[in-house]
């Protein structure tokens, strides 16, 4: 009788791997990847030599960290800048990176420095990673995704250095404005200031609010938003209907946040200020909520109405494609245009003289009854094992679930099944419940069968 011996084992380990991979779709892998991701982050973080002398080792705490860092959340029990060493802070940085351009697009990266093929099944998985309807062109579109990204991250490092040195002195102020651009371009809102500041500190700086701003709103647009617009400003083609709508919402919800944001903190948060600082500082606390996670005025301090505001624009969040969360930009404006047609009494949802199709209103549909589930559900749960109001509760899960990072505080008073259930929330969020719940469901065969209709009374 033969045994097999320590190298069989590991082939035969190594073939049921490859056996598990292939049968597994591309949102099932993207689930595996961005957890084994979070687990070997969170293992770094567990390292002495990721902690401060003093601050406690705690594997919980660097999951919570390392699932922040790749969901691109910002939400930290522990402050970034006091608790981690500068292992501990690259690490975050690099996970930061990863978690906004995703695994596959860093894997396509060296593939492609390596020189090794793009097989069809890595390009249906960075398709389903970037959010995009078809797989051509895709691995260009990760090519000028990874060079936009170093460019754009590089270029504002180097501004954030020359503000930073002043005061820091240049080491210290290159490494304050290479952090700190990577978060923001990636809508992380990780910062290293110390004491859970965050920006507090530069509310009428021009140079800091418009830098960090200008970056995590470019992240935010979605990779294709930024080819198109590369293309068009090189004379080629016209916008695409896509484009249209996220650049067309995006403007919206920009201005009418800065102006609800001036309106009802002009005496309370704002008060202080001058009159073009009150104009700043609402406008940055109008764009932080797409999923960006830095604040520049207390959250805590605001009003009530201001407090529900920002959690609907963290609800609605980025565009497809991009670093941000929530349920995008294009899933509330297919759900607005629909709305509208419905009104008018007419039978197709019609937008710039296009015509959205009934499969894209039924999945953007699916997206916000699946979305207020979840948020919904963590409120409530969060409200049983947390001691803190229903709107405290809200506005962390709804944080958690955009993936943006504000907190009124609640975070770093988390019991242990709190910091679970954020851990789980940003997860979905980053991923997206639609395409959670796609992974976990068994996919059966399409059938020409169809029941009879019947009508029933809603409304």
């Known amino acids: 009788m033969r045994f097999a011996g320590s190298g069989d084992g590991a082939t035969i380990i190594e073939r049921l791997k490859k056996k598990l991979l292939l049968k597994a779709t591309p949102g099932q892998v993207l689930l595996l990847g961005f957890a084994a ?31 922040s860092a790749v969901c691109v959340t910002g939400l930290v029990v522990v402050d970034t800048g006091t608790h ?33 093929q793009i097989g069809l099944r890595q390009r249906l998985i960075i398709q389903e990673s970037l959010n995009q309807t078809d797989v051509a062109g895709i691995v260009r579109l990760a090519k000028y995704l990874i060079l936009f990204t170093f460019i754009a991250e590089f270029t504002f490092t180097l501004i954030l250095a020359a503000r930073w040195s002043v005061e820091m002195g240049w080491q210290k102020g290159f490494w304050f404005g290479l952090f700190h651009s990577i978060s923001a371009f990636n809508n992380a809102g990780f910062d290293i200031f110390g004491d859970f500041r965050s920006l507090t500190m530069y509310t009428e700086d021009i140079t800091v609010s418009l830098c960090i701003s200008t970056m995590f709103i470019i992240g935010g647009l979605g990779f294709s938003v930024i080819l198109d617009l590369f293309q068009r400003f090189r004379g080629a083609g016209r916008f695409s209907l896509h484009t249209k709508l996220v650049l067309s919402f995006s403007a919206f919800l920009i201005a009418a946040g800065t102006v609800m944001v001036f309106c009802l903190e002009y005496d309370n948060t704002l008060q202080n200020l001058s009159p073009a600082g009150k104009v700043l500082a609402s406008y940055f606390q109008a764009v932080t909520p797409r999923t960006a996670g830095f604040n520049t005025l207390d959250t805590g301090a605001l009003r009530s109405a201001t407090q529900f505001f920002i959690i609907i624009l963290m609800f609605i969040g980025a565009s497809p494609g991009s670093t941000g969360g929530g349920i995008k930009t294009t899933t509330f404006a297919a759900l607005v245009v629909y709305i509208r047609a419905m009104v008018k009494g007419k039978n197709e949802a019609e937008v710039f003289h296009r015509r959205l199709g009934q499969d894209l209103i039924n999945k953007a549909v699916t997206i916000l009854i699946l979305s207020t589930a979840l948020i919904v559900t963590v409120s409530l749960l969060l409200s049983i094992t947390e001691k803190a109001d229903f709107l405290t509760t809200l506005f962390e899960a709804t944080s958690a679930f955009g993936t943006v990072g504000l907190s009124m505080g609640l975070t770093t008073e988390l019991s242990t099944a709190g910091r679970i259930l954020i851990i789980l929330t940003m997860f979905l969020g980053r991923l997206g419940p639609l395409t959670v719940a796609f992974a976990m469901a068994r996919q059966k065969r399409r059938t020409s069968m169809r029941y009879p209709e019947e009508k029933i009374s809603v409304g």
Request: proline residues 3%; glycine residues 14%; positive net charge.
């Open 37 to 67: 991701i979070i687990l070997a982050g969170a293992v770094l973080l567990t390292l002495p030599a990721a902690v401060k002398p003093g601050g406690e080792i705690n594997f919980l705490t660097s999951l919570f960290t390392a699932t």
């Open 84 to 116: 981690w060493t500068l292992f501990g802070q690259i690490v975050i940085l690099a996970l930061i990176q990863v978690g906004g351009l995703g695994f596959m697009t860093m894997g396509t990266f060296f593939a492609i420095l390596l020189g090794r």
